[in-house]
């Protein structure tokens, strides 16, 4: 990268290869594939909305409406595109719901200021008009949210119901939202008047087969693994439960050694100490007062077959993950070596047992020392739709969490979103000059959701709009895009009900990527690893094609 500068004399700043893209150019080009992303996943908003199929580079197929989703497989390329991803990403941190909605407002509103921008309205001035919106807009949540009991399990219901309305599995939101509720409940917990979620605490696990029916809240745990000798009992009351991440068999030495045995007493008594050495693990077990044994490596046959004659259940080769869960919920402590276990570290659960789920076994841990340990056990048709099943019930079960830390509410279908948009003109009347464009396309933004809506209903948006302004200039609050009947309602007599923390985050997060993205006039991408050969080289050249064409996605 060279300017003409001392002299005549280009000075170079820029390593070579450097791609340097300014002004209009980099906005233009950033603002291009954000848009491009958001016009990619809007067909899939709402309840109508379609699904995807992604295909990775494997070849592994994924069916889904979840936006995080969608824009996790996709593997953009492009700087700006990857920001939409990261917001949606963030949206799905904060709040787990609204993914995709987040993304479609994004778009909007950089749609909006490109608009403003070819009339010679300067990016700052957006951004300002954008940020003085956002605060507007989250007041009005405020002012317009319905607040509830946090602990309500109608109301979180009809929550979840919502989250899900949208998904593949929607048929069925009616017991998984039962499920989710229940289990966010059960680990809620009350401090000082107010209620915290940790959804870390209830375990997913997923078994194809069955129906989505028969998924279910599980006190306890839930683990893949089944009970390692059939001689073992399947069923342990009252259990001591020992946890273990060393393996239970005789090390094999590390470089290759030989031992001579010359006779056959030589042998028996290689044998003999080698038996012993087992049997004295599975004694050190049974001294530590432990009955279920979780170890995180392997045991050797014979190991199985002493701890079966004690009476003894184990399960091998856990996950790290599910060593981390018993403990956590049994109260034990994980051991590196069988000589560390003992009666002060072992945990308790009421009840452990290998049951038969379709065709394999699992180990249930019910009944644990913290009653706050859950699983859902996630049954469905196929692995398609237990994966799509799960990420819905994350959906669900990160909205109740939302509603019971923050019990406010809000009806759906565009319609806070249009009442919003109405108080925001209204504000902008007040304002001067260019501001007030600024945050009048702010207010045309946030309509991007109802007209998505009406869209992918198969209505006509234009009208559909029309219709809901008027009826909430009228007072009716809650007049929204009634999706299912392809026609304008009052939403919260169809019970559909989003917390309000969902839409106030994807404000805020749409706000901050959309006015970063305007602020960046311009883009320095240092040289690919690998330069196509014969490609343009370096000095003032723009390999790659980025200036005002599209970049890759
Ligand atoms: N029965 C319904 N009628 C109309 N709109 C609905 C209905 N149920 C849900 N919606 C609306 O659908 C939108 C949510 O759609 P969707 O769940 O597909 O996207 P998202 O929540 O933004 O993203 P994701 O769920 O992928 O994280 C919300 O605006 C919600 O109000
Ligand atoms: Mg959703």
Redesign the pocket.
């Known amino acids: 990268m060279s300017a003409s500068g001392y002299g005549g004399q280009p000075v170079i700043i820029l390593k070579e290869g450097t791609e340097r893209n300014r002004g209009t150019d980099a906005r233009n080009a950033n603002i291009m594939a954000a848009r491009i992303v958001a016009e990619a996943v809007k067909t ?4 109508k ?1 379609m699904d995807k199929m992604l295909v990775d580079s494997f070849g592994d197929v994924t069916i889904t ?4 989703t969608m824009l996790k497989e996709m593997d953009v390329q492009h700087p700006a595109a990857k920001m939409m991803v990261e917001v949606s990403k963030t949206q799905d941190d904060e709040v787990g ?5 987040v993304v479609v407002l994004t778009g909007e509103l950089l749609g909006k200021a490109v608009e403003l921008m070819a009339k010679k309205i300067h990016p700052t001035v957006v951004i300002d008009g954008y940020r003085d919106a956002q605060e507007q807009v989250l007041k009005y949540f405020e002012e317009i949210a319905i607040k509830v009991e946090p602990t309500d399990k109608a109301t979180l219901k009809k929550v979840c119901v ?2 899900m ?2 998904k593949l599995i929607s048929g069925y939101s009616d017991h998984l939202s039962d499920v989710a509720v229940d289990a966010t409940l059960q680990v809620a917990e009350e401090k000082d008047g107010k209620y915290e979620v940790d959804l870390d605490m209830i375990k997913l696990e997923k078994k194809p087969g069955g129906s989505l029916t028969d998924t279910n809240l599980i006190q306890g745990l839930v683990i893949d693994k089944e009970v390692v000798h059939s001689d073992m009992p399947k069923l342990v009351k009252d259990a001591k439960i020992g946890l273990l991440n060393a393996s239970m068999e005789i090390e094999k030495t590390e470089f290759d050694s030989k031992i001579h045995i010359e006779s056959p007493t030589e042998m028996q008594a290689y044998l003999d100490q080698e038996e012993q050495m087992l049997r004295d693990m599975v004694k050190k077990v049974k001294d530590a007062g432990i009955s279920v044994l979780f170890c995180q490596k392997g045991i050797d046959d014979m190991v199985q077959h002493f701890m079966a004659r004690e009476g003894i259940m184990a399960a091998r080769r856990l996950k790290k993950s599910d060593m981390e869960a018993l403990a956590k919920a049994t109260g034990a402590k994980i051991v590196t070596s069988v000589d560390d276990l003992s009666e002060a570290d072992a945990g308790y659960a009421a009840k452990v047992e290998e049951k038969k789920i379709g065709d394999d076994k699992l180990t249930f841990v019910e009944g644990c020392k913290n009653p706050k340990a859950v699983s859902v056990l996630i049954r469905g048709g196929t692995e398609r739709i237990v994966d799509e099943a799960e990420r819905s019930l994350h ?1 669900a079960l990160s909205v109740a969490r939302d509603v019971v830390q923050e019990p406010k509410i809000v009806a ?3 319609a806070p979103e249009i009442e919003v948009a109405r108080r925001l003109r209204r504000y902008a009347e007040g304002l001067a000059g260019r501001e007030r464009l600024a945050v009048s396309a702010f207010a045309e933004a946030m309509e991007v ?1 109802p007209t998505t ?1 009406a869209e992918n209903a198969g209505m006509d948006p234009i009208d559909a709009i029309s219709e809901m302004q008027s009826n909430h200039e009228k007072g009716e609050l809650w007049s ?5 009947e392809g026609k304008v309602s009052d939403m919260s007599k ?1 019970d ?1 009900y ?1 917390p309000m923390q969902v839409k106030a985050q994807a404000v805020k997060s749409a706000t901050e990527a959309s006015t970063m993205l305007l602020k960046i006039d311009d883009i320095i991408a240092a040289s690919k690893m690998k330069p196509p050969a014969g490609g343009p080289e370096g000095m003032g050249g723009m390999p790659g094609g980025m200036p005002g064409g599209m970049p890759p996605m």
Do not use: F, M, R, Y
């Open positions: 899939s908003l709402g309840p909305g409406n979840d936006g995080a719901d609204g993914t995709t909605s919502t989250s309305a949208s959906d759906g279908g565009g959701i809506l929204g895009l009634n999706s299912l169809l559909v989003e």
